[in-house]
């Protein structure tokens, strides 16, 4: 079946301006999370979203930093007002069910590159 | 404050060796311990996990060892192969967190055939 997927892959935009990156979790997966993977940074949560509850948003950096997921599917991440500090690979992952160990399975990420 | 620490950060092996890569944690509070594989351009895909009940757990030529009270684990790749040269990362997760993964620095590791 299908794995997590992301759009874009890549993307190049210039400071100060709003990007939105995007993520397909796993068909049925209730559990979904953002990681940043930066050189300087390594794997940092973001964000996770489970079912209807209010997402976790602890380890957003900033607050031009948002993500929404609708329907209990897709989620967007948004960062406004983009800054150089924000290049990273942006990663999403999804887990089937709220349980300890429950494994999550990572998309292959954005490539974020602001100039 | 870094709550996993993974060491080392890089390491070259010869064909048929033995990596080992070792974690630790400060949260007592983590349930959860997975090592998380990267190749260049994917995302992390996990290779293993282990609970702190168990002390060690072995899939194929993988395996976790796992000390509880020193708050310490480690990753054993056998008879290492090229195909293993990656990025290994290690975790560690909280089930009354959200099971959050929070990651050690990372490993490099390189086999040479």
């Known amino acids: 079946g299908a794995g997590v997927s992301q759009s874009p892959s890549n993307k190049v935009t210039e400071k100060g301006k709003d990007v939105e990156l995007r993520c397909d979790p796993i068909?049925?997966?209730?559990?979904l999370y953002w990681y940043r993977q930066s050189l300087g940074q390594g794997l940092e949560f973001l964000i996770y979203?489970?079912?209807?509850?209010?997402?976790?948003k602890s380890g957003l950096p900033s607050d031009r930093f948002s993500a929404e997921r609708t329907g209990g599917s897709v989620s967007t991440l948004t960062i406004q007002r983009t800054q150089q500090e924000d290049s990273a690979v942006y990663l999403c992952?999804?887990?089937?069910?709220?349980?300890?160990?429950?494994?999550?399975?990572f998309g292959p990420g954005t490539r974020l590159t602001v100039l | 404050q870094q709550q996993v620490k993974q060491s080392p950060q890089s390491l070259i092996v010869q064909k048929g060796g033995i990596s080992i890569i070792n974690c630790a944690y400060e949260n007592t509070a983590f349930d959860y311990f997975p090592w998380y594989q990267q190749f260049p351009g994917k995302g992390p895909a996990l290779l293993i996990a282990?609970?702190?009940?168990?002390s060690e757990k072995k899939e194929g030529r993988f395996t976790i060892s796992f000390n509880k009270s020193a708050k310490q684990f480690s990753l054993h790749i056998m008879d290492s192969q090229p195909g293993d040269s990656a990025t290994y990362f290690c975790?560690?997760?909280?089930?009354?967190?959200?099971?959050?993964?929070?990651f050690g620095g990372g490993t490099r590791v390189l086999v040479k055939p």
């Open positions: 979203f489970q079912g209807n509850s209010a997402p976790d």
């Open positions: 992952a999804s887990s089937s069910t709220y349980r300890v160990g429950n494994e999550q399975f």
């Open positions: 068909s049925g997966h209730t559990a």
């Open positions: 282990i609970r702190p009940d168990v």
């Open positions: 975790a560690a997760s909280s089930q009354a967190a959200g099971n959050k993964l929070t």
